[in-house]
């Protein structure tokens, strides 16, 4: 039988001879999934060794990552912010900015309501609730199929959120928030045609594509938000790294941030933004 060591490495050369970087954080990630140990026990257990049916499992999630496949639709789980996310085709996988977004977030809201629209995998609405009991949290998406797995994802980590279907502000007529989350699509159509193949070959167009401008749902919330705001609401969106002074026009007394590498990445407003 070959040890956890050995088979790592096998695994990081197989990847790395078919261009899958990182190679060895991919192969980490596969035994970790596969024999539940985290990486750091990986290693603590190099000289332990794989039963064949393990093997034949981590064999066939090295397959797929060789055919371009995200590593985490692969093994079918990330960490965000203190929870387990299952993932896989019906929503995007959570990116590292989402979860500067939600440590922002949460810095900055205590009790109320709060709406967490195109939510897709339920990171965020799921992760503030976590943190925030006493919040009232409701995750919306037009896509029944990503609201399927959200629903998974509250239950998996223990959290009671309402969820509702709807485009954007649809399922919310007629109630009105204390805080609204928003990561919307905002990719534009030229830029989609230009993604790497991991992303655009695996994942939800639909969560990606912004419109042509890429700032089509910015525009459309900008119109409507304000009928949807308790006193003192404060609204959070993450946004395209070139979109910052384009949104500014729409929401004038807004506040950008930027992300680790210095792009405009987020937006905070308020209901003197409109």
Request: aromatic content about 8%; glycine content about 6%.
């Amino acid at each position: 039988m070959k040890t956890i060591g050995e088979v790592i490495k096998l695994s990081t050369d197989y990847l790395a001879e078919r261009k899958v970087e990182p190679s060895r954080r991919t192969a980490e990630a596969i035994l970790s999934s596969v024999l539940q140990l985290k990486k750091m026990e990986l290693y603590l257990h190099f000289d332990k060794p794989i039963v064949e049916s393990e093997l034949t499992l981590i064999r066939q999630m090295l397959k797929r990552c060789a055919k371009g496949e995200p590593v985490d639709y692969v093994t079918g789980e990330v960490e965000f912010y203190g929870c387990k996310i299952k993932v896989d085709s019906r929503v995007l996988i959570p990116r590292p900015e989402t979860e500067i977004l939600v440590d922002m977030i949460s810095k900055q809201i205590s009790s109320g309501v709060l709406w967490d629209l195109c939510t897709g995998s339920g990171c965020i609405g799921i992760s503030l609730k976590k943190a925030h009991p006493e919040l009232s949290v409701t995750l919306s998406d037009l896509s029944k199929d990503a609201l399927e797995l959200a629903k998974e994802n509250a239950q998996k980590n223990g959290v009671e959120v309402d969820i509702v279907q709807g485009d954007l502000l649809g399922p919310f007529s007629g109630r009105k928030a204390d805080f609204i989350v928003c990561n919307p699509p905002y990719i534009t159509e030229a830029e989609y045609s230009q993604l790497d193949p991991s992303v655009r070959d695996f994942e939800p167009k639909l969560a990606l594509v912004g419109g042509v401008n890429g700032i089509e749902y910015y525009q459309r919330l900008a119109r409507e938000l304000p009928a949807r705001l308790n006193p003192s609401a404060k609204i959070f969106f993450e946004i395209g790294s070139g979109q910052g002074a384009a949104l500014k026009s729409l929401f004038p007394n807004s506040q950008l941030l930027k992300d680790w590498s210095g792009h405009d990445r987020f937006m905070i407003c308020d209901s003197s933004s409109f």
